[in-house]
């Protein structure tokens, strides 16, 4: 059974970058996209991008200029950098497999919450 | 980009009945690349439904999905205790890549 288990710091200051590691366990990262999601508090879910496992990238473009994924397939993680963050950006933050043909996202994390504050 | 709308925004049945959803694309979209989830409070969503009709694994088949082109359901067709939640549509291939609609709460 595919695992993922995001974890990086729950607090960041405005102006500073966002850092998130998602871990993949019962299965390989070096196959299948791989997505970052979000949902701030109360509200709808966001895709914000996702990265391939020969490392291509694809990003929301509300968010391109300030995103970058990246994945590690010798750890069998990925990653979210999100800079120049504000208030706005306070939100739980899933990482998730697309499934292969249909365009949908079969597993998830448990999602973790990112709040931007002083 | 690709809006997706759902109805109505909060849906209120009772155990044993029959629900239907509504999600509406602003523009047609492929009937392989629209999926249901469900969330309930405090957990990530779980896929339900994936190409417009498809069960995901594991999915009661009180579940099922319907439509084409801009009009997408989603019904369920006698509510269980478990069934309340919020359910969102979501779709691939326009851009930004993937979308999702704003949600149905569904309460007792």
């Known amino acids: 059974q595919v695992q993922l288990q995001e974890s990086g710091p729950g607090l960041v200051k405005p102006s500073e970058t966002l850092s998130l590691t998602c871990t993949v366990s019962g299965g390989s990262v070096s196959s299948y996209y791989w997505s970052w999601i979000r949902q701030p508090p109360g509200k709808g879910l966001e895709w914000i991008g996702y990265v391939f496992y020969s490392g291509s990238t694809d990003y929301n473009p509300s968010l391109k200029s300030r995103v970058t994924i990246s994945i590690d397939t010798s750890k069998n993680q990925f990653s979210l950098k999100l800079s120049s963050v504000t208030a706005a950006d306070t939100a739980v933050y899933y990482c998730?497999?697309?499934?292969?043909?249909?365009?949908?996202?079969?597993?998830w994390g448990q999602g973790t919450l990112v709040t931007v504050s002083s | 980009e690709i809006v997706l709308t759902q109805s109505p925004g909060t849906l209120s049945l009772s155990p044993g009945e029959r629900a239907t959803l509504s999600c509406r694309a602003s523009?047609?979209?492929?009937?392989?690349?629209l999926a249901w989830y469900q969330q309930k409070p405090g957990q990530a969503p779980r896929l339900l439904i994936y190409?417009?009709?498809s069960r995901a694994t594991g999915i009661p088949d009180r579940f099922s999905g319907s439509g084409s082109g801009t009009d997408f359901t989603l019904t369920i067709s006698r509510l269980e205790p478990e069934d309340f939640a919020v359910y969102y549509c979501?779709?691939?291939?326009?851009?930004?890549?993937?979308?999702f609609g704003q949600g149905t709460k569904l309460e007792i």
């Open positions: 979501q779709q691939y291939g326009g851009s930004p890549r993937y979308t």
């Open positions: 998730a497999r697309r499934e292969g043909s249909y365009g949908s996202f079969d597993y």
């Open positions: 190409g417009a009709s």
């Open positions: 523009q047609s979209i492929s009937s392989s690349y």
